[in-house]
């Protein structure tokens, strides 16, 4: 187990480079920490406000950060620089995710849209979402063809990039606030403000996974999709076996809120990020 310190506030959101050799991991102290693995150094890209979103685009030379005031920027991640930023929302962005296929942009805010991005120009082609409730989560499917949006009142929905529609895949009773998809695109895994966490393949749902006595902010799948890992308000990290759904380790490692789990693209490792300004980086093998 590694310990990554440096950032003097919370933690807000972590990705691995697509060649698993760096983590970027974002934060309420306006900065974004890049760490050169496995021995954790680290260069800083300051920021003008708390890094709430961020993610590598899938060719992995550029990182892509959102924050608290609406600001979206583009870094090179080879020489550490700042490309251009733009004012994509109207309060903070939430939320943002890339296309695995052509690095299109989806970005969710405050103001309650969710909005695609042109890769290059970063100009703006559509507004997905207009309309409260507000969306707290995205997740590209592995083909890049559907990204699943979801929302505070419960609801999730797919939007299909070929139709360009949007359509309801469930309807809850509770805002839902981490999703991810399983590395074949067959499975989709949502995490519930009760702890839970519901898993959804071609429109049927199977038992929720329970544990967690809080809110699950964070999901990711091992690359071979037989495990989960779970981020949560409760302050511990969980470890899921998918097929029988049974909890495999519970990790304590964190005294506040964990915010944010990734797994390395080997599957070798996985981090999580805490609200107590810690990330903790361990391997997988321990599980």
């Known amino acids: 187990m590694l310990i990554l310190p440096g950032h003097t506030d919370a933690v807000r959101c972590l990705?691995?480079?697509?060649?698993?050799?760096?983590?970027?991991?974002?934060?309420?102290?306006?900065?974004?920490?890049?760490?050169?693995?496995?021995?954790?150094?680290?260069?800083?890209?300051?920021?003008?406000?708390?890094?709430?979103?961020?993610?590598?685009?899938p060719e992995g030379d550029k990182l892509t950060t959102g924050t608290a005031v609406?600001?979206?920027?583009?870094?090179?991640?080879?020489?550490?620089?700042?490309?251009?930023?733009?004012?994509?929302?109207?309060?903070?962005?939430?939320?943002?995710?890339?296309?695995?296929?052509?690095?299109?942009?989806?970005?969710?805010?405050?103001?309650?849209?969710?909005?695609?991005?042109?890769?290059?120009?970063?100009?703006?082609?559509?507004?997905?979402?207009?309309s409260s409730p507000s969306c707290t989560a995205l997740a590209f499917a592995p083909d890049g063809k559907t990204l699943a949006i979801s929302n505070e009142d419960g609801s999730l929905r797919l939007w299909d990039r070929a139709s360009a529609t949007l359509a309801p895949l469930l309807t809850g009773q509770l805002p839902l606030f981490?999703?991810?998809?399983s590395p074949n695109g067959r499975l989709l895994a949502a995490g519930q403000a009760d702890g839970s966490i519901l898993l959804s393949e071609a429109s049927r749902?199977?038992?929720?996974?329970?544990?967690?006595?809080?809110?699950?902010?964070s999901l990711a799948f091992t690359?071979?999709?037989?495990?989960?890992?779970?981020?949560?308000?409760?302050?511990?990290?969980?470890?899921?076996?998918?097929?029988?759904?049974?909890?495999?380790r519970c990790f304590r490692w964190h005294a506040r809120w964990v915010t944010c789990v990734a797994i390395a693209p080997d599957g070798m490792t996985a981090a999580a990020g805490s609200a107590d300004h810690t990330i903790v980086v361990w391997d997988m093998d321990d599980n």
């Open 70 to 130: 609406g600001e979206v920027w583009s870094w090179t991640v080879p020489r550490r620089r700042r490309l251009y930023h733009i004012q994509a929302h109207d309060g903070g962005v939430r939320c943002l995710a890339h296309s695995p296929g052509d690095e299109t942009l989806i970005t969710a805010g405050w103001d309650q849209t969710v909005k695609m991005w042109h890769p290059g120009t970063w100009h703006q082609l559509s507004v997905l979402q207009k």
């Open 15 to 57: 990705s691995y480079s697509p060649d698993g050799r760096r983590l970027a991991s974002g934060s309420e102290d306006k900065t974004v920490r890049l760490w050169d693995l496995p021995g954790g150094e680290a260069t800083v890209l300051k920021h003008e406000s708390s890094v709430e979103a961020l993610a590598f685009a």
């Open 178 to 181: 981490a999703l991810a998809w």
């Open 223 to 248: 690359p071979d999709g037989r495990t989960l890992i779970s981020g949560s308000a409760d302050g511990t990290v969980r470890v899921w076996d998918v097929a029988s759904g049974q909890e495999k």
């Open 205 to 217: 749902s199977q038992a929720p996974l329970r544990g967690h006595t809080w809110t699950v902010y």
